[in-house]
């Protein structure tokens, strides 16, 4: 059965919602019903993304912003807006949001991809965390802003970007490149990956912020042999060889590189009582940024069931730390061997933000004024998101979508996952906390 609520109607016994909670909720259940699937294929994306671009326009626009719409080619659209804070001298703070979410077999859904249904008070659909709740949430708190003439202490900066699960290309990277105008003066943004909590001992709750995120780049694998009949084995054969890399690869770990996302990680969690052996369902996320890793993620070879090809290939995708650019290629090559060819592409750098930037003394406050006993941990997103995009600006970004969750509960494994959900009543503690937060950077 479908909860009634809508309007924002809490669990039983919760606190009632107030007027900005439910704005949010309503907002963010509007924009999951529009279906803005972003497949990669120009040919199968279709007009979501414009039309959910030209909802957050409405509602900004009604709220009394000036807004600007950009669309770089039909269907994919990117909407920003401005808020002019107290302190002139303050670099602009970027909130942003994507608008596309990734595709769905709805046969693998218990209920439906964008119906934005609540069940037991928790919120199902397509974007439910990644993210048209930041989004929602965003929208909400701009409009409420302007229309209760609240005056954050530096200009706002409301981005809500196209593309961001096909790399940005029509979204922010875009934008980036051809309007960098509407980010003037801009130092810093907040978006995804973070804000989530985890369990602590006695009850309490971490909450992690991506301050860095690892470069991308791609590998290519290629082992050359002999061509020959299938009936005739050679000692040559491209395709072994190429086995032998790729299994090698698979096998490899990569050593821990202690950055500074990583330095602050452990001293915050151990300090807070958390044990770096029990980190539970984020032991694999924590651990992709502690290192460089290479994951084999397509292989080609031959055509002919009774001929061994000349060539093989492997595509790796290889995830970079800060500062370990040409290490990973070292290692890479070192672990594959003379006798297997490696090429490179799609260089995008990784990028840090300081871990100790007073705007992270902001989210510790605003998690603290809503979980006393709640603490801010830093830690390397091993991802990528838009954040990469506006650093070529010089904004340095930081994931932090506030939303406390039961002990049990992985917000990270949503991402992307069938019956992609969330609670009620944690998008009602990221209202609160982020509208804190925009207030008071």
């Known amino acids: 059965m479908v909860d009634e609520i809508g309007s924002g109607s809490p669990q039983p016994g919760g606190p009632p919602p107030d007027a900005l909670e439910t704005e949010a909720l309503e907002l963010i259940r509007a924009l999951i019903r529009i279906d803005s699937v972003n ?133 922010a990277r875009w934008i980036v490149q051809n309007r960098p105008e509407l980010f003037a003066g801009a130092t810093e943004a907040i978006s995804e990956v973070g804000g989530f909590s985890l369990p602590l001992p006695g009850d309490r709750r971490a909450y992690l912020v991506a301050t860095a995120e690892k470069g991308v780049s791609t590998a290519t694998l290629t082992a050359r042999g002999r061509a020959a009949h299938g009936s005739r084995p050679t000692a040559d054969n491209a395709v072994v060889r190429l086995a032998q890399a790729v299994a090698a690869v698979g096998a490899h770990a990569f050593p821990v590189v202690r950055t500074a996302a990583l330095e602050r990680f452990v001293d915050t969690w151990e300090r807070a009582g958390g044990r770096l052996d029990d980190l539970g369902f984020a032991a694999s996320l924590i651990d992709a940024g502690m290192r460089n890793t290479a994951s084999p993620t397509v292989l080609a070879a031959g055509g002919k069931a009774n001929v061994i090809p000349a060539t093989a290939s492997a595509t790796l995708d290889v995830r970079i730390v800060p500062g370990q650019h040409d290490a990973v290629r070292a290692e890479l090559a070192a672990v594959v061997g003379d006798d297997i060819e490696v090429t490179w592409a799609r260089d995008i750098a990784a990028i840090e933000a300081p871990v100790d930037a007073p705007l992270v003394e902001v989210l510790q406050r605003a998690i603290g004024a809503e979980d006393p006993e709640g603490v801010v941990v830093p830690y390397l997103l091993p991802a990528s998101t838009d954040n990469k995009h506006l650093s070529r600006l010089g904004i340095r970004g930081y994931g932090f979508v506030p939303l406390r969750v039961p002990a049990d509960f992985d917000v990270f494994g949503q991402f992307h996952a069938a019956d992609e959900c969330v609670p009620v009543e944690a998008l009602a503690f990221g209202t609160r906390v982020t509208a804190r937060i925009l207030r008071e950077a």
Request: aromatic residues 8%.
């Open 39 to 171: 497949t990669g294929d120009p040919a199968t994306i279709g007009d979501g993304e414009t039309r959910a671009a030209r909802f957050v326009q409405a509602q900004l626009e009604d709220a009394g912003y000036e807004t600007t719409r950009v669309e770089p080619v039909p269907g994919r659209a990117s909407v920003i807006a401005r808020l002019a804070g107290s302190d002139p001298d303050a670099g602009a703070l970027v909130a942003h949001a994507h608008l596309d979410v990734v595709p769905v077999d709805a046969a693998d859904w218990s209920h439906p991809p964008f119906g934005a249904e609540i069940h037991d008070g928790i919120l199902y659909g397509r974007g439910a965390v990644d993210m048209k709740d930041f989004a929602g949430m965003l929208l909400a708190i701009a409009r409420a802003f302007r229309r209760e003439g609240i005056v954050p202490r530096r200009d706002l900066v409301f981005a809500f970007f196209a593309d961001e699960e096909a790399g940005g290309v029509w979204g």
